[in-house]
């Protein structure tokens, strides 16, 4: 079947150090990865997405990875600051098809000072 | 985003009340969208709507209904509320696409308890 899923469901991190957030997934027909942040209170925001003919896209201070190959998504965010406190959330998306955006469960990640 | 906002954004209930949430958005999207958040669990789509004239059916549709009521507003409806639809309500809202994903903007989400 189909499914996202988290590795681990919380993260604490040193502020300043990098984060690595995973996501495993199993429908290899996934068309775009995409990794959400939400915080307290509020409503996902869009982070970073990747095509599924893609292995690395980087934004400002956050890496997403993709490897098909194990079916394994990461976020990685560089030196990780108090205001990346959240959840992550990775998400599939098969082209322009609603139905088919699927949502992981989440992982907390939390910046020890 | 303040550009998508939803009200309410608290709602206690009790069962077998008829609820409705409405979603109202300024980003000029055509693509509108409901979705459900329960406890350490990920997004689930309740129903979505590609303009005004098409309403879709989600995930996990039974027990609510929508409405279009035009391009900037969509509302779901609980007609029978039920203790297991306590839960975090979010709509959302995107460009049109065509072979390409397009970002989806959320809004600040809506609480309901149903008792």
């Known amino acids: 079947g189909e499914s996202v899923g988290l590795h681990l469901p919380t993260l604490s991190v040193q502020e300043g150090d990098n984060s690595i957030i995973n996501c495993a997934y199993s429908?290899?027909?996934?068309?775009?990865f995409i990794w959400y942040k939400q915080e307290s209170g509020k409503g996902p925001q869009f982070i970073i997405d990747?095509?599924?003919?893609?292995d690395k896209r980087q934004g400002q201070r956050v890496t997403v990875l993709l490897n098909k190959t194990v079916k394994h998504l990461s976020l990685q965010i560089a030196a990780t600051q108090p205001g990346d406190s959240a959840v992550y959330f990775c998400?599939?998306?098969?082209?322009?098809?609603?139905?088919?955006?699927?949502f992981g469960s989440g992982t907390r990640l939390s910046i020890r000072p | 985003d303040a550009d998508v906002t939803q009200t309410p954004r608290n709602r206690i209930t009790k069962t077998g009340k008829r609820i409705m949430l409405e979603c109202s958005q300024t980003?000029?999207?055509?693509?509108m969208y409901w979705y459900r958040q329960d406890p350490g669990l990920g997004l689930r789509l309740i129903y979505y709507?590609?303009?005004?004239?098409?309403?879709n059916k989600g995930e996990i549709s039974d027990g609510y209904s929508v409405s279009r009521q035009a391009q900037a507003k969509f509302s779901l409806s609980l007609e029978s509320a039920i203790p297991n639809q306590t839960a975090l309500y979010f709509c959302?809202?995107?460009?049109?696409?065509?072979?390409?994903?397009?970002?989806?903007?959320f809004g600040p989400g809506t609480r309901l308890t149903v008792l």
């Open positions: 959302a809202t995107s460009d049109r696409g065509e072979s390409s994903y397009n970002e989806q903007f």
């Open positions: 429908n290899s027909a996934s068309d775009y």
């Open positions: 990747i095509r599924s003919n893609m």
């Open positions: 998400a599939e998306n098969k082209g322009s098809s609603a139905s088919k955006i699927i």
């Open positions: 980003k000029g999207h055509d693509r």
């Open positions: 709507s590609f303009d005004v004239k098409d309403i």
